[in-house]
């Protein structure tokens, strides 16, 4: 069974930041990618940053040189720093992660709330 706990959401005022934690545990042989992900209210959920056991990174364009991802594979832990919030970036966000047991299998946190206040 694995499982991914997210941590590190609230509320905060615009311009404001916040950092965003994802734990993965279980019984497993690695982490392949770690992303995070965010739905906001009557929205789909998109993708907001995915960091590979490599290290590489991919953003939204929405969210570029404002947020950024990192891991601590002996943690099995990935971060995201959230900097001049915006309204706009009000979501519930979740931690996703590609587990590897005997193949390779997509988990995802229960969602922790961000809310950027005007």
């Known amino acids: 069974q694995v499982q991914l706990v997210e941590s590190g959401g609230g509320l905060v005022q615009a311009g404001g930041s916040l950092r965003l934690s994802c734990v993965a545990s279980?019984?497993?042989?690695?982490?392949?990618?770690m992303g995070w992900y965010r739905q906001a209210p009557g929205k789909q959920r998109e993708l907001v940053a995915v960091?590979?056991?490599?290290?590489?990174?991919n953003y939204a364009d929405s969210v570029k040189d404002r947020f950024t991802a990192s891991r601590d594979n002996a943690k099995n832990t990935v971060y995201l720093q959230m900097n001049s919030l915006k309204p706009e970036d009000t979501a519930v966000y979740y931690c996703?992660?590609?587990?590897?047991?005997?193949?390779?299998?997509?988990?995802w946190g229960q969602g922790t709330q961000v809310t950027v206040s005007s």
């Open positions: 996703n992660a590609l587990v590897v047991i005997t193949t390779t299998r997509s988990y």
């Open positions: 279980g019984s497993f042989s690695g982490i392949n990618a």
């Open positions: 960091i590979r056991s490599s290290g590489s990174t």
